[in-house]
């Protein structure tokens, strides 16, 4: 089974600043799939970014990137220019494989990320 | 615009109501559906795969017989939460994948369940 860990259930940042949120995994899968998923106030689970395990490149959103550190289960998500709009729960989450039916995420137990003005 | 409806987005009821919760996706066809259950503050946690046509697929220590779900059609999975306790009030979400994008899943805006 996969296990996934956030250990900082909050974080808070100045606007335009730079914040980094920590995420570690544990599994005995060589390809899988990282994602970060934010949920605001309003409850919506909105997928901020994406990585492919057997990428090494490190993806890139806009404002958001990750640390992907396969070899240490490691995958951080970095926030630049933070804004107010930021603020948030985010979820990190571990998912085997796709498939056209659909397949199960594995969440960490999240971040609650203010950004103060 | 969503991809995946869920219906009510909040429902209060007294102790041993039974509730539905209805989670649809729209414009696809989803032979899987995921059921989650958000305690405030906390993460989501997986309770059971629905399966179109087939029995749902429960997570260890959820009860089957408590959360009743029936995925009668490509578009429509339910979650009845029967004879419901005010331990049972949470964030429910569903998710399912549309196969024409490369997101994982697709939620809908959850339902707020308060049992007084």
């Not at chain 1, 940042?13 to 920590?22: D, M, Y």
């Not at chain 1, 919506?44 to 640390?67: C, D, G, P």
């Not at chain 1, 603020?87 to 039916?101: D, E, I, L, S, V």
Request: proline letters at 4%.
């Amino acid at each position: 089974a996969q296990t996934v860990t956030q250990s900082q259930p909050e974080m808070s940042v100045q606007e335009a600043e730079t914040v980094t949120l920590s995420c570690t995994y544990d599994t005995s899968e060589n390809n899988y799939y990282l994602f970060w998923y934010k949920q605001p106030p309003s409850r919506q689970m909105i997928l901020v970014i994406r990585q492919e395990a057997y990428k090494q490149q490190n993806a890139t959103e806009n404002r958001f990137s990750v640390n992907f550190q396969k070899a240490a289960k490691s995958f951080s998500l970095k926030i630049s220019d933070s804004q107010l709009g930021d603020t948030a729960m985010y979820f990190c989450a571990f998912m085997k494989h796709y498939n056209n039916a659909g397949n199960m995420l594995t969440f960490g137990g999240g971040t609650r990320l203010m950004v103060k003005p | 615009g969503a991809v995946v409806s869920q219906h009510p987005s909040r429902v209060i009821c007294k102790s041993g109501t039974s509730v539905k919760i209805e989670c649809r996706s729209l414009d696809f066809q989803a032979t899987t559906m995921f059921w989650y259950r958000q305690f405030p503050k906390q993460s989501l946690m997986l309770m059971a795969t629905s399966n179109e046509g087939s029995k749902a697929t429960y997570e260890q220590g959820v009860e089957k017989d408590k959360f009743l779900i029936n995925h009668a059609s490509l578009t429509l999975s339910t979650l009845t939460v029967t004879s419901a306790h005010p331990e049972d009030s949470s964030f429910y979400i569903c998710s399912a994948r549309d196969p024409r994008d490369n997101q994982p899943q697709h939620f809908g805006d959850g339902t707020r369940l308060s049992i007084l």
